[in-house]
C-alpha cells in the first residue's frame, strides 16, 4: 500500500469519528446497564466483550509482526503496551467479571469488532511497515515525548484498571442490581475507568507521535466521553441521593 493511500484512510477514520461524535453522544450504547432489546438479537455479554475486543490485539499484532518495514527497537515498545493492555481487554477483563446471565445485542458486537478492526490495522501497519528507525532512534528513548507519553499512558492504565477492580468487587458474592461506588476517583467522576483510557491513548499518542495514534485517540474521546456522560445521568436517575458534586469523567471539570 502506499503511504498516501495509507493517510487518507487514517485521516478519513478521524473524520467519520469527528462526523459521528453528535449522533454518540445522544444515544446510549445498549450494552450494560443500558442494555435495551430493541437493537436485536442478544449474545452472552462476556462472549461479546471477548468477540468485540479480539481484533485490536491479533489485527494489530499481525500487521505489526508480518510487516515489511524496518519495526526498529522502540516500535517494539509500542507493540508491547498496546500488547499488554489488549490481552487484559480481551480475555483478563471479560473473565474476571462477576455478572450471570447479562447480554448485549449482536449489533453492538460487530460494531465493536469494525471499530478494533480499523484501528488496530492503521496502528499495526503504521508500526510494521511505516515507522523507521530515523523517526524512532534509540534517542528516542530521552524524548519528551516518549517520557511524557509513556508516563500518561501508565498512569492511564493505573487509573482504568483500579476503577475497573473496584466495580468488579462492588458487590459481595450473590449480591444483585447496582450500587453508587465510592472508593478511589469514584470520590470525584463517575467514570474513572474511562477517564483512565482516555489518559492512557493520549499517551499512546503522544509517545509514537503519529497519525494513527491520534486517530485512536479521537476515537477513544468520541466513544468514552458519550458514555461516561450517560452514566451519569444514569446514576443521578437512578439514586436520589447521588453525590452532586461528583462530575462525570474529568475531575471539578465535566
Known amino acids: 500500500m502506499k503511504e498516501s493511500t495509507f493517510y487518507l484512510i487514517v485521516y478519513a477514520w478521524i473524520a467519520v469519528a469527528i462526523f459521528i461524535f453528535p449522533v454518540i453522544i445522544r ?70 467479571l462477576r455478572t450471570s446471565g447479562k447480554k448485549m445485542p449482536i449489533a453492538i458486537v460487530f460494531m465493536a469488532i469494525g471499530f478494533n478492526f480499523v484501528n488496530g490495522f492503521i496502528n499495526g501497519y503504521y508500526l510494521g511497515s511505516i515507522a523507521t528507525a530515523a523517526q524512532y532512534p534509540l534517542s528516542y528513548l530521552s524524548d519528551p515525548r516518549f517520557i511524557i507519553g509513556i508516563l500518561l499512558f501508565a498512569g492511564g492504565m493505573f487509573i482504568n484498571w483500579h476503577a475497573d477492580d473496584i466495580l468488579i468487587h462492588l458487590r459481595k458474592p450473590g449480591e444483585t442490581g447496582y450500587i453508587i461506588p465510592i472508593k478511589g476517583l469514584f470520590r470525584y467522576i463517575s467514570c474513572p475507568n474511562h477517564f483512565g483510557e482516555i489518559i492512557e491513548w493520549s499517551g499512546f499518542a503522544m509517545m509514537t507521535w503519529s497519525s494513527p495514534g491520534l486517530a485512536f485517540l479521537v476515537w477513544t474521546f468520541v466513544n468514552l466521553l458519550p458514555r461516561a456522560l450517560h452514566h451519569h445521568k444514569w446514576y443521578k436517575d437512578i439514586f436520589p441521593d447521588y453525590p452532586k458534586s461528583r462530575k462525570a469523567i474529568i475531575p471539578f471539570i465535566l
Request: proline share 6%.
Open 27 to 96: 444515544i446510549a450504547a445498549p450494552y450494560g446497564r443500558h442494555t435495551t432489546q430493541k437493537w436485536g438479537k442478544m449474545i452472552d455479554n462476556r462472549v461479546g466483550w471477548i468477540l468485540m475486543e479480539l481484533p485490536a490485539l491479533l489485527v494489530f499484532s499481525i500487521f505489526f509482526l508480518c510487516g515489511t518495514g524496518d519495526r526498529p527497537a522502540i516500535t517494539w515498545i509500542f507493540f508491547t503496551l498496546w500488547v499488554f493492555h489488549y490481552v487484559n481487554r480481551t480475555l483478563i477483563f471479560p473473565l474476571r
